[in-house]
């Protein structure tokens, strides 16, 4: 079983990002869970969203403490919250940053990417300068920064979910998966 | 076909496939979404029904019992203090023999408030004359959803389906929704024999004087007797049509367990992954899911245990004063077997704290001792500090 835990600030559409990622490996013939942390959401506050894959029915009805992958949807959280809490030895981040905002960022360990998918989202017309919608460009970054999935499955899966904007948010998740880099500290 | 949906928005499926008629709610975390959907269905003319828009719970279900009694096919959605609020009309649905059928996502009653999983608010609903099933998947919520229509409208009286708030209600996975034609082979009209009807006027459930009153209930009674081999066989009927089956219980694992977990809802799934783990190491655990709650399906359960060694009840609800709900009902059951294990009370996971694998595995590995220990309630996972 593999599981991913998605930080991001309520509004920023993590829980659509869990979503999205979920019905790509379902795509691909895995079974999925995927659910936001259980609570109450407000504007602008930490929140997190996760996903569960499997090549056999999941069972499993607990919260996820052991996450293998770790999505940050902006990059302030990482002061905030630590969001590598419970990451695994192989662990991976993918962050929400340019290379100006991730530079002097120290992830240990744990291979790191990131990809700025906030530039992306605005040059493509999603959301505001203030509120962005990322949610598909970061789901293409994870896509090709984990090798875990095909770009077919993620534009097939915005095809199934997202309600607007189809062909920009496919962009979007294009020149992300495209676009997404290894950081490497200093 | 197959779509990856969050458990409420299955529920809303099942009502749309059930070609219900009337539905009437009031919004509640963490039911909202069920009605929500259901309002757009109807606003966009999936759904040929009339959407009821009331000012609180009470008002949901008495609307639907006049619905429901002009011959209706009716929903409500709620959750914890809405269904608290409807507990007087619970008891006319069920004595005025009307097929209603509601979702119930468990939450944890107030104070203090809590949107969480606990299944005190249904199982305190226990004695208003409803059937009440508890899901474990969002498939067991879109089947059992279906298939309640059909038992309720063959033995008059209400279905109350439950699952657990978040772990169920807002979590995404697969679920096949059936084409339309394929649940209406399944699920005829209602049509009931006996309605309000303005070309034939007469009144339901006026005044009944002593020399009546007791046969309404020994009525109810016996539709209730009844409600086990309809629900087995309307889960045969549906397995044949969607190659899914359900017992009024089930099993994992159970054949040679010594020790056998006793529980209801999502927590059943993680318990079986840790069976999965456990029995790699040489423990003999079983599980038993109890999916039909009322009636209680004792004779079933006295079969399941029969010679088992111990029986560990996981309850998420709290009855003050009494303890775990389903462990008395349990052990309630067990009075009469020839062979029955020895019962162990567990609370766990009460407004919505998190029954981990861990704490399952805790659970079956201290169950001998706790036994010993002749304690009727055993609280697992609180906080250091608190409790006796």
């Known amino acids: 079983m593999i599981e ?86 192989k662990g991976t981040i993918l962050i929400n940053a340019g290379e100006k905002r991730i530079a002097g960022m120290d992830f240990g360990r744990f291979r790191t990417g990131y990809v700025d998918a906030t530039s992306i989202a605005l040059k493509h017309g999603l959301g505001t300068a203030t509120s962005p919608i990322i949610n598909t460009a970061i789901a293409g970054a994870f896509a090709s920064f984990t090798g875990m ?38 | ?65 006049g619905a429901s009694s002009a011959g209706a096919r009716t929903f409500t959605a709620t959750s914890s203090q809405g269904l608290a609020l409807m507990h007087e009309l619970l008891h ?60 309720a409208e063959t033995v008059m009286l209400p279905v109350m389906i439950a699952y657990d708030a978040f772990y169920l209600s807002h979590t995404s996975e697969p679920v096949d929704i059936p084409e339309q034609g394929e649940v209406d082979s399944f699920l005829p009209a209602y049509s009931p024999g006996v309605f309000l ?13 002593p020399k009546y009153f007791m046969e309404m209930r020994h009525d109810q009674q016996c539709a209730m007797e009844k409600v086990e081999e309809v629900f087995t066989g309307s889960a045969g009927e549906y397995n044949e049509i969607f190659g899914r089956g359900y017992g009024i219980i089930e099993t994992y694992m159970l054949h040679d367990a010594g020790k056998v977990i006793i529980c209801a809802s999502t927590m059943a799934g993680t318990v079986r992954s840790v069976i999965d783990a456990m029995r790699k190491d040489g423990e003999r655990v079983g599980l038993l899911k109890i999916r039909l709650f009322r009636p209680f399906p004792a004779e079933e359960i006295r079969r399941a245990l029969d010679g088992k060694k111990l029986a560990i009840v996981i309850d998420r609800n709290l009855s003050p004063g009494l303890g775990g709900i389903f462990a008395q009902e349990v052990k309630s059951a067990l009075y009469s077997a020839p062979n029955p294990p020895d019962v162990i009370g567990i609370i766990a996971g009460l407004g919505g704290r998190d029954v981990t694998p861990e704490l399952i595995k805790s659970i079956i590995i201290d169950s001998e001792s706790d036994s010993r220990s002749g304690k009727s309630i055993i609280w697992k996972g609180l906080n250091k500090g608190g409790g006796a």
């Open chain 2, 197 to 209: 009807d303005i070309k034939h006027p007469a009144a339901l459930g006026s005044m009944a004087s």
């Open chain 2, 1 to 65: 076909m197959k779509k990856v949906i969050i458990g409420n928005y299955s529920a809303s499926y099942a009502v749309l496939r059930s070609r219900v008629e009337v539905i009437s709610a009031y919004p509640i975390t963490p039911q909202t979404q069920i009605v929500e959907f259901l309002s757009e269905l109807c606003g966009s003319g999936d759904l040929k029904a009339r959407f009821l828009k009331v000012e609180s719970e009470h008002s949901a279900l008495a609307s639907l019992i």
């Open chain 1, 4 to 89: 991913i835990r998605i930080h991001g600030r309520g509004g920023q559409g993590a829980v659509i990002a869990s979503k999205i990622l979920a019905v790509s490996f379902y795509i691909e013939g895995f079974q999925v869970q995927s659910f936001p942390a259980f609570g109450v959401e407000r504007r602008g506050a930490p929140i997190c969203a996760f996903v569960r894959i499997d090549t056999v029915p999941i069972n499993l009805r607990s919260e996820v403490y052991t996450p293998g992958h770790i999505i940050v949807l902006d990059h302030t959280l990482v002061e905030a919250v630590n969001v590598c809490e419970g990451l695994g030895e």
């Open chain 1, 149 to 186: 999935l095909k770009f077919d499955s993620i534009e097939e899966a915005i095809h199934q979910e997202v309600p607007f904007k189809q062909k920009e948010n496919a962009l979007a998740a294009r020149e992300a998966f495209d676009t997404v880099a290894l950081y490497s500290k200093g």
């Open chain 2, 92 to 151: 006319w649905t069920s004595g005025a023999r009307l097929p209603v059928v509601m979702v119930n996502v468990n939450r944890a009653l107030a104070p203090s408030w809590n949107i969480w999983a606990d299944q005190t608010d249904s199982l305190s609903q226990r004695d208003t004359g409803w059937i009440q099933v508890y899901c474990e998947t969002g498939q067991e919520i879109f089947d059992l959803t279906v298939m309640a229509y059909r038992i």
